[in-house]
């Protein structure tokens, strides 16, 4: 009655049956990996790397091909979110990505950023670089970076020390 066998037995069916809606949900989910780091691009000689640049980078690591719209920024401090859009920059804008754009399995796209986008913005003031220093930093410690799909879900992106430097070291700079 007490049999060990049979509880082994009940065991494997409920783990066989947890692999099995867990493979089944797996590839409906949307998985992107992105990073916001700091890179190289040619410049006005298209043959040599000069130009440094924060460079959006996404790739789709999961099954179900994906399709992304645009990319968002959260600042703290500020109310809503912020749309920029590089493809429109003189400077990096061939190099970027057109989005929307469909990633299927180990696809990826790129956005670029000039190094001084945030320092030659309009009203820098009102994304990262406050007057004040203390907001100025912790704007730049905590803002967040999303990559949007078609189907509503925001992919977090990170966010790597060196840009958040870089950016720091431009506003004491300025």
Known sequence: ???????????????????????????????????????????????????????????????????????????????????????????????????PVELTDGKSGHSFYPIDHFASLEKPETVLFHPNALVAWLRIRFFRVFIQTSVGKSVHVKVDAKVRQDLWRQYRDA
Do not use: E, Y
Request: charged share 15%.
């Open 1 to 99: 009655m007490n049999s060990f066998a049979n509880w082994i037995a009940a065991v494997g069916t409920v783990f066989t049956a947890a692999l099995a809606l867990w493979l089944a949900v797996r590839d409906r989910r949307v998985t992107i990996d992105a990073r916001l780091t700091v890179g190289l691009v040619p410049g006005a000689d298209r043959s040599v790397l000069d130009q440094r640049v924060f460079v959006l980078s996404f790739t789709n690591s999961g099954v179900r091909p994906v399709t992304v719209t645009n990319h968002s920024w959260s600042v703290p401090f500020v109310k809503g979110v912020i749309f920029m859009f590089p493809n429109l920059d003189p400077k990096v804008g061939s190099l970027c990505t057109k989005l």
